[in-house]
């Protein structure tokens, strides 16, 4: 007597055939297709174009394809500074590094819930909306920003000018969380400010005048604007100058190079190489200030980039005494490369040495004189009144040596 297998085993090796079959049917179909000579991801992205079940916007697959990529070779190398730039946001940062772009009026880091404000241009839309340094950006439109990239976070908050955008903000003092919307406008990056100061005298009153400037971000032209700022001091009298770079995330590498070279007459400023890269020193250009008197810079832990290669250089050419706290320790450095097909890939593509041969990477620059950062709410600046003591305490007494 034959024994009959159970209906559910009949059905699901009938399954198991059919979808055999349908293997054994499409294989040969592959083998019939043209071969385009595709890379295995423009593949993937035809196909995806061609069968998915939904259309489909070619330029947005290839920007997540290409910020795929770039995430990828950043987090095995822990790398935070390589990102992709599509067309839009690749506009943006153009804008942002020749000194103007719409926005709210921000200057910002890379923090872990979103974006911490390091300064907020005077008259800007964040100033009309009480935003102030230390607060913390966790939203745009009601999207987190924690994990986003800051050049990605601050592409999010630019747009037209007269639009408007939501972001969610957290209080630096309070840790309260609001909402609000902020009207965009043209913004133009003060990237340098001056004024002049007076050292404590010895009778408690004032003492020698000490001039101030503030370098926001090294933009194309910063320079130029600095080095104008610091002869204005100097005709009013100045016998001293803090140089304060707090704050300051960095920018361009040949304005790195310049703005040192306001100080340093000759010698090596800044040494790069990478994989790819033939290894090049940058030197000073020449004509440097004279008689600038002694030199402090005031730096922090958002001294990154560009501000470390010219606070290092000064240091360890005896230049300026470093005040403040331990900086970022960038210690690499990028390439903006265009794509033909529009957009950037900004890419870590270096290592960069100090004057004398340092690495900084993950170390920073670390100050002759620690000063602990404060809140500034209360008007009470803890390094820039050591900055200030240091300087005074030197005039008439180094030589006019800028160290």
Do not use: C, W
């Amino acid at each position: 007597m034959s024994k009959r297998l159970p209906a559910f085993l009949i059905g699901l090796l009938a399954g198991l055939a059919v979808a055999a079959a349908l293997v054994a049917f499409v294989d040969p179909i592959n083998d019939l297709l043209p071969d385009h000579g595709e890379s295995r991801t423009d593949e993937a992205r035809r196909i995806i174009q061609d069968s998915y079940f939904r259309e489909t916007d070619d330029e947005e697959l290839q920007d997540a394809s290409i910020d795929g990529m770039v995430r990828k070779i950043s987090k095995e190398n822990d790398d935070k500074f390589s990102h992709y730039f599509n067309a839009e946001a690749y506009q943006e940062f153009q804008e942002a590094n020749s000194g103007r772009f719409s926005g709210i009026g921000l200057s910002v880091s890379e923090g872990k819930r979103g974006l911490e404000v390091v300064d907020v241009f005077p008259g800007s839309p964040a100033q009309d909306a009480d935003i102030a340094p230390g607060d913390v950006i966790v939203a745009v439109e009601g999207d987190s920003l924690r994990g986003v990239s800051a050049d990605e976070a601050s592409a999010r908050i630019k747009g037209e000018p007269g639009t408007e955008v939501e972001i969610t903000v957290v209080d630096g003092e309070t840790d309260k969380k609001r909402t609000i919307d902020v009207e965009r406008a043209e913004v133009t990056v003060p990237a340098v400010q001056s004024k002049m100061l007076r050292a404590p005298g010895d009778d408690g009153g004032d003492g020698a005048k000490i001039g101030y400037v503030h370098l926001s971000t090294f933009s194309r032209g910063a320079h130029a604007e600095l080095r104008k700022k610091i002869e204005d001091l100097q005709k009013r009298g100045a016998e001293g100058l803090i140089f304060d770079l707090r704050g300051n995330g960095g920018g361009l590498l040949e304005e790195a190079v310049l703005v040192t070279s306001i100080f340093q007459d000759e010698g090596p400023v800044v040494t790069i190489e990478g994989r790819e890269r033939d290894k090049k020193t940058f030197q000073a250009t020449g004509d440097a200030i004279d008689d600038l008197g002694p030199v402090a810079v005031l730096v922090d832990g958002n001294t990154a980039s560009a501000s470390e290669i010219t606070s290092a250089a000064l240091q360890e050419n005896d230049l300026a005494t470093i005040i403040g706290s331990t900086t970022y320790g960038k210690g690499v450095f990028q390439e903006v490369i265009e794509l033909d097909g529009g957009g950037a890939l900004d890419i870590t593509v270096g290592e960069y040495l100090t004057a004398d041969g340092s690495s900084i990477l993950g170390v920073g620059v670390i100050p002759d004189e620690k000063v602990a950062d404060k809140d500034l709410a209360d008007g009470d600046d803890t390094v820039l009144d050591a900055g200030l003591e240091n300087v005074g305490s030197r005039i008439g007494s180094d030589g006019g040596d800028g160290g």
